[in-house]
């Protein structure tokens, strides 16, 4: 969308209040979803849950096409369809919600770095490890994302979403990596958010704001999802303040919902709980 | 150290000691941990098209890459980052993913994909430093690389065309700039007193665009507003990198941050003072002051590491 578009639907957005019946749209949970996408839609969620604004979830098979830049999660709200935390962030914005007002400009500066640290090492990671690890594309990836298709559609698809995403991993540098060393990365970052939360309750003051959504949405979704080696959810474990703080958020926003909390994405593994 | 580290980057040009930016935040790091590397570029040789830059070799081994060359030399003791805190280590970490996912798209459009740069700096300056016949391939292929990585990083499903994307990288371009200037405040490096690898980071990626002389550039306007960011790059500029080999004059005019402890200050206030190791002391402004050197001077390291103190008022 040109910048002029933006501003006119950011225009928009802020005539009407947020209605009852906002749906989000994701592929579908127990058989289509694959790691990155799950997480990507729990932040959103989390995002949603914090600024106490009902959402209905909806799980869709074609989801990813059905949504305006291509990737999921997405959001139809009024008669917008919205997609991605950062866009979703600045709509609910437009509409008066918002999480990070109270963040003088140092600050911003700060959570908008971290944002980008979490989307440049953890989900670069998350997609590394589910398309161009090759057992895991095999046994998981592959045939998750091109289930609800029939033969010869299925391999098509997967073989195709598998190639742009190798493509990209190229075109950034990652595609030289082993699995090793993302491994590593992961752990870094990981290290990285530790020490930048430290003992407080969330990022930034006491109160939650987009980047505790993100961040919850990615750990979450890893500790509890079972791929091919656990190593990934060992290394997130190995920091307890880490661990603290998905237990605490997944407590305070999402408790509610008592069966979908624990057992989210395709996890046949432990929940937080 | 009894083997030398070797570091094969780009040439300078524009004043600045290479015009790529990884070769930048190599050699700008070097400066800031003491290492003692010598700097081979690569122009005008085969390495233009085969070799991938900058890369340090030592004793055999070759690596690559900027944070790799980093922990490197880390792992041998030359260590910037020794007196960051842990939280801000990771503030570090996160600063330079800010950097890469949002201006580093618009550096290389900037300088590789828009037309009037590509036409009359990029391609001009990188072929008139490779050798024949490479010189008709080597910016192609360079340009080509940066279109591809632009779009498959920022260019979702409906904008595949790079019109589209470009407007939104450029706002990306400008809020990361914004707010680095914010987070860089009125200081001299990022964090205290001393330079470290965030400060290299943000050096290897804003200096090009500070230095270059582009026909278009929407993103070096913006530049021109963040005092700043400039006076950021400047100082790194005049503080570490201003011993070139190739200069002669007996005299050279250095700017230097200064720490001025209370008996020096007294010495400093008055103009045209001359110091006893053999510099001139002029008073520029109210809280900078430049020395006039002769050569004796350019040995005293020392003093490129110290940070500016607010020189009191006085009535002198």
Same mark, same amino acid.
Do not use: C, K, M, V
């Given at each position: 969308m040109s910048l002029a578009a933006e501003a006119f639907v950011s225009q928009i957005a802020a005539a009407e209040p947020w209605p009852e019946n906002a749906t989000l749209y994701q592929p579908?949970?127990?058989?289509?979803?694959l790691l990155s996408d799950c997480a990507s839609s729990l932040a959103v969620q989390a995002y949603l849950r914090m600024c106490n604004l009902p959402v209905h979830v909806s799980c869709r098979s074609n989801a990813e096409y059905m949504s305006p830049s291509g990737k999921v999660p997405f959001v139809h709200v009024g008669n917008q369809v919205v997609s991605e935390l950062g866009p979703i962030v600045q709509f609910t914005k437009a509409k008066g919600h918002s999480l990070s007002d109270g963040l003088d400009d140092v600050q911003r500066a700060e959570m908008k770095a971290y944002m980008e640290l979490v989307n440049n090492m953890l989900l670069t990671a998350e997609l590394y490890i589910q398309w161009c690890d090759d057992t895991t594309a095999t046994e998981i990836s592959r045939p998750r994302y091109s289930s609800p298709y029939s033969w010869p559609l299925n391999q098509i698809l997967a073989y195709q979403k598998q190639w742009e995403v190798r493509r990209k991993m190229n075109a950034i540098g990652w595609a030289g990596k082993s699995l090793e060393q993302v491994y590593e990365d992961v752990s870094q970052c990981c290290q990285a958010l530790s020490q930048r939360l430290?003992?407080?309750?969330?990022?930034?003051?006491k109160q939650p704001t987009e980047l505790d959504a993100l961040v919850f949405g990615h750990l979450f979704t890893i500790l509890t999802t079972r791929l091919t080696s656990d190593e990934l959810g060992e290394k997130i474990k190995s920091y307890s303040n880490l661990l603290a703080f998905c237990r605490r958020i997944e407590q305070s926003y999402?408790?509610?919902?008592q069966a979908g909390s624990s057992s989210r994405g395709y996890s046949k593994g432990p929940s937080l709980f | 150290m009894a083997a030398t580290m070797e570091l094969r980057c780009w040439g300078g040009d524009w004043g600045l000691p290479s015009v790529h930016t990884e070769s930048l935040i190599v050699l700008a790091y070097a400066k800031f941990s003491g290492a003692t590397i010598t700097v081979t570029p690569i122009d005008w040789t085969w390495k233009t098209l085969t070799g991938t830059v900058p890369e340090l070799v030592y004793q055999g081994s070759t690596i690559t890459e900027p944070a790799q060359i980093l922990n490197f030399l880390r792992k041998q003791?030359?260590?910037?980052?020794?007196?960051?805190s842990a939280r801000q280590g990771a503030d570090t970490m996160a600063y330079i993913a800010l950097l890469e996912e949002k201006l580093r798209p618009a550096l290389l459009h900037t300088f590789w994909v828009d037309a009037e740069n590509y036409a009359n700096l990029t391609r001009p300056w990188f072929a008139s430093r490779s050798p024949f016949p490479l010189n008709f391939l080597v910016p192609g292929r360079h340009a080509n690389t940066a279109l591809s990585r632009i779009l498959l990083t920022k260019g979702e499903s409906p904008l595949h065309t790079i019109t589209e994307v470009e407007g939104k990288i450029y706002s990306e371009a400008k809020e990361c700039l914004n707010l680095l200037s914010h987070r860089l405040g009125m200081a001299y490096y990022f964090f205290g007193n001393t330079p470290c690898s965030l400060d290299a980071f943000v050096f290897g990626f804003v200096a090009p665009l500070h230095k270059a002389s582009l026909p278009s550039s929407p993103l070096q306007s913006h530049l021109r507003q963040l005092d700043n960011l400039q006076r950021f790059c400047d100082h790194i500029l005049n503080a570490h990198? /201003? /011993?070139?080999?190739g200069e002669t004059s007996a005299l050279r005019r250095v700017c230097v941050s200064l720490y001025i402890d209370d008996c020096f200050r007294s010495r400093v206030l008055g103009k045209g003072y001359k110091d006893p190791a053999g510099f001139l002391i002029e008073r520029v402004s109210e809280n900078l002051v430049n020395f006039r050197s002769c050569k004796a001077f350019s040995k005293h390291r020392t003093y490129n590491f110290c940070q500016v103190v607010i020189c009191s008022r006085s009535n002198t």
């Open positions: 579908l949970r127990e058989d289509q979803i430290g003992t407080q309750p969330y990022f930034f003051n999402f408790e509610d919902s | 003791r030359f260590n910037a980052d020794y007196e960051l990198f /201003s /011993s070139h080999p």
